[in-house]
């Protein structure tokens, strides 16, 4: 158990690697909020574990308005007692090759990947301070360390790499409180978003980039999750972490 009693706010629980990571926090004892924009699917995914015995709840709500996000930590961080964890792994996409990019996709772009991060952190950040040891988990990518032409990422990238640089503020302005912040960087990961956004050539594409050629599952990343949420990682905050089938060290 080595979550036992931890109050955890986790997005984007209806599916992929929020999901993933809402039964492994489950499993090592902690008590878990999701939420995710799709109606009724945070609500199906926490009742399943809830069914099992594990002290697992879900809402819907679109992170994407501040407000919403803002009532949403209030109201889990009361009803948890209090908040120990934020894992940010919600987010959007759009892609389009830089020169048919419009101004639109690429302000919807940050908005639902790096916006959201802000629109919940920031209302968190006193009940992860008065928890004398929060932790803040964000989800990049491997589009945010490393320049990929093919796939159209530079709304994206340019997200994932705003993802990476608050981290890394996020802990320093966070040290004193006891509050650590750490990212995580997935390479291709196999949810239903990308089985149905990603078609066979951009797949074969995507895995051959990838040391090891299959695509990552949320059971890949969610147990450097559990160690970051962790006091196990209680020396750790302002990194970036690559989860990737090795993606972000070479080719072959
Ligand atoms: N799948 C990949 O290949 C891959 C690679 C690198 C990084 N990522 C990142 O991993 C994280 C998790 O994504 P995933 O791979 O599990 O895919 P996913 O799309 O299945 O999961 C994201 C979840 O967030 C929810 N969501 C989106 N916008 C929201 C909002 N405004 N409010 C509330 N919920 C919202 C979605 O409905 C979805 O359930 C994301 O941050 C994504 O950018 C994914």
Redesign the pocket.
């Known amino acids: 158990m080595r979550l036992a009693g931890k109050r955890v706010l986790i997005?984007?629980t209806?599916?992929?690697?929020?999901e993933a990571a809402q039964e492994a926090f489950a499993r090592e004892g902690a008590r878990v909020i999701g939420?995710?924009?799709?109606p009724g699917a945070a609500e199906r995914t926490a009742k399943v574990l809830r069914d099992k015995g594990f002290d697992v709840t879900g809402d819907t709500?679109?992170?994407?308005d501040a407000d919403a996000a803002g009532n949403w930590i209030e109201e889990s961080a009361e009803r948890l007692g209090g908040l120990d964890v934020l894992y940010n792994?919600?987010?959007?996409?759009g892609f389009a090759p830089f020169e048919d990019m419009t101004l639109d996709l690429w302000r919807h772009v940050l908005h639902?990947?790096l916006d959201?991060v802000f629109h919940t952190t920031q209302p968190a950040w006193k009940h992860l301070a008065r928890s004398g040891h929060g932790s803040i988990i964000n989800?990049a990518?491997?589009s945010g360390i490393r320049g990929i032409a093919p796939l159209g990422q530079a709304a994206h990238a340019a997200a994932k790499g705003g993802v990476i640089a608050l981290t890394k503020t996020l802990a320093a302005e966070g040290a004193e409180a006891g509050i650590r912040a750490n990212a995580i960087s997935?390479?291709?990961?196999k949810?239903?978003?990308?089985d149905a956004a990603v078609g066979d050539e951009l797949r074969a594409f995507q895995l051959g980039m990838h040391l090891i050629r299959r695509p990552g599952l949320?059971s890949d990343i969610a147990p450097l999750a559990v160690y970051l949420a962790s006091d196990e990682s209680s020396w750790v905050t302002g990194q970036n972490f690559s989860v990737d089938g090795g993606v972000s060290a070479g080719f072959r």
């Not at 209806?14 to 929020?18: E, K, N, S, Y």
């Not at 709500?61 to 994407?64: E, M, N, Q, R, W």
């Open positions: 997005t984007g209806a599916g992929g690697q929020g939420c995710d924009i799709q709500v679109d992170l994407g792994n919600a987010a959007g996409f639902v990947e959201i989800t990518s491997m997935p390479g291709f990961v949810t239903p978003a990308t949320g």
